[in-house]
């Protein structure tokens, strides 16, 4: 027995239907699970139930006790592909009255498809995509077929120029453009519930201010302590490993994270927002070919973070050459397709001594030791 969606529940004051999936679920308990609405038990021992859910958090903690997760990660453009050529292609083609002789979709289109019309970690808006070029399809080739009536109708191809005039104008962009190479950017990696995605922050100081910390961007509380720590930080290297006088003190550091409307939180972006004000610090811009993940200590040390897989994913489908990932992630890897993996160059990191030795090379420094021990 299927139950879909089980991230959904909600109390309310008709009840609180968890508890009721506690009994179900539980098999020390589902053997006597008694029907209130009909006053009936029943013997729910035999029955193997598979529970589905978007978001695990949001499932209440006892309930989600008693399953064993299975997660099923994102599929990668690759996968899509093949995905939309075996499957979704044969599908659409046969709903909507569609020969294969009829029509073709090159596997370019598909690609396109996948890139610029649609951002999923699965393949239902894909589908969606696919059924409207085919809609359009039919059109024409009832068309063509009402005006040349004794005549075979000719094979049509869907190629890539015919995706403006049927679905309109490209809804998704690659990230690559966003890429600027200038100082106080840095490129970080989030997950989110559909797949991994590109994450920019930016960083500014404005002199004559009075060394508050500004933050935009919509940001959760777990980022703002990440953002709040990172700046604690490169006050504390900007003497021993910078080596650039910087007054904190009369300047007010302004990190922001585009796309404002968005809420954005998750304990994944704190050497992001390192690198990003280190480098307007030193006033270095940072590879634009470069991304990282990862959370920081006030020690230095960083912390591994969730959703290797899907980040990962993200940076190879955004052409990125090079991604920092904490050393402790390492055995995440074995999830990560081949083909990202061989695309990317993936760097372990443990210390912000590694994290600006990728970022800026090697810059002479003190012990950052004995300076924390200090």
Partial sequence: MMLDEIDKLRADFHGDPSAAMLEVLDPEQNKTFTDHYIDIPFDLSDVFFITTANIVDTIPAPLRDRMEIIEVHSYTSAEKLEIAKRYLVPKQ??????????????????????SHYTREAGVRELQRKIAALFRAAAEVIVQQSEIFPNEAIPKLEL??????EWLGPDQF?????????????ATGLAWTPHGGDLLFIEATAMPNGKGQLILTGQLGEVMKESAQ??????????FNYF??????SSHDIHVHVPAGAIPKDGPSAGITILAAIASLIMNKPINSHLAMTGEVTLRGVILPVGGIKEKLVAAHRAELTQVLIPKRNLQ???????????NLKIIAIETVED???????RVESQSWTAHTAA
């Fill in 173 to 185: 962009f690659p990230e690559l453009a966003e890429r600027i190479m200038k100082p106080g950017i």
């Fill in 229 to 238: 720590i990172a700046l604690s930080l490169a006050r504390s290297l900007v």
């Fill in 159 to 164: 190629i890539q120029d015919r995706l403006h």
């Fill in 93 to 114: 083609l046969k709903e909507h009255g569609l020969k294969p002789e009829f029509i073709e979709i090159p596997d370019e289109t598909i690609k396109r498809l996948i």
């Fill in 243 to 248: 080596r650039k006088a910087f007054d904190f």
């Fill in 332 to 342: 995440d890897l074995f999830n990560v397709p081949e083909e990202v993996r061989n």
């Fill in 355 to 361: 994290l600006f030795q990728q970022i800026f090379g």
